[in-house]
């Protein structure tokens, strides 16, 4: 099992930047990726960035050259730094974890708890 803390939502206006935290516990050692994702009211959730344990990135395209996802080992934690935001980045970010399963092959999908993030315009 894998826990997952987010943290670091909140309101900012456009043109702003955010940093967000997600700390995982547990067995930290079946993690292969981690990610952030969100969700706008009426949307489905997309992926926004994602990162390897060996540090390979990934971002939609909408965020690119805006945020940066990053992650501290020591710490066990994955960070995502907005920056340049706007009113459509406005979401429920959320964090995954993707870890080995108990069988050879099998990836079990850990999720934060969320955190808003508004961007006003």
């Known amino acids: 099992q894998v826990q997952l803390v987010e943290s670091g939502g909140g309101l900012v206006q456009a043109g702003g930047s955010l940093r967000l935290s997600c700390t995982a516990s547990g067995s930290i050692f079946s993690i292969n990726a981690m990610g952030w994702y969100r969700q706008a009211p009426g949307n489905v959730r997309e992926m926004v960035a994602t990162?390897?344990?060996?540090?390979?990135?990934n971002y939609a395209d909408s965020v690119k050259g805006r945020f940066t996802v990053s992650r501290n080992n020591a710490k066990n934690t994955v960070y995502l730094q907005m920056n340049s935001l706007k009113a459509e980045d406005t979401a429920v970010y959320s964090c995954?974890?993707?870890?080995?399963?108990?069988?050879?092959?099998?990836?079990?999908?850990?999720w934060g708890q969320g955190t808003q993030v508004t961007v006003s315009s």
């Open positions: 990162i390897t344990s060996g540090g390979s990135t």
């Open positions: 995954r974890a993707d870890a080995s399963g108990p069988r050879y092959g099998s990836i079990n999908y850990y």
